[in-house]
């Protein structure tokens, strides 16, 4: 499995921001989808996770209620939808994939795109 994701961008606070990432491969081996961002100076953490098959969502605490997971099966595409950002959402964002075989395990990951959020 391949992934791609979308080019970040410099938005200002309280915007908003959608980012995608297509997957190319052998996708039917896919479980999870998921994003993780890592800030400068800290370590990569996760964002929010999307049951590649049937769908079901996890987020972090720090983005619940402004940060929204999706997929477009028929397209292998998932994407996040960021509202309400802010100056500490700044980061490198990745998306990442688990399989089947170790579902709990993101073992593929995308090149990282750079949001930044400015006050």
């Known amino acids: 499995v391949q992934l791609q994701a979308s080019r970040g961008e410099l938005v200002q606070a309280r915007g908003s921001l959608r980012l995608s990432c297509a997957a190319s491969?052998?996708?039917?081996?896919?479980?999870?989808m998921g994003w993780f961002r890592q800030a400068p100076g800290k370590e990569r953490e996760f964002v929010a996770g999307?049951?590649?098959?049937?769908?079901?969502?996890t987020y972090a605490d720090s983005v619940k209620g402004r940060f929204t997971i999706s997929r477009a099966y028929a397209e292998n595409a998932v994407y996040l939808q960021m509202n309400t950002l802010k100056p500490e959402d700044t980061a490198v964002y990745y998306c990442?994939?688990?399989?089947?075989?170790?579902?709990?395990?993101?073992?593929?990951w995308g090149q990282g795109t750079q949001v930044t959020v400015s006050s």
């Open positions: 990442a994939a688990s399989k089947i075989v170790s579902p709990s395990i993101y073992d593929t």
């Open positions: 491969g052998r996708t039917f081996r896919v479980y999870n």
């Open positions: 999307i049951r590649w098959s049937s769908g079901p969502t």
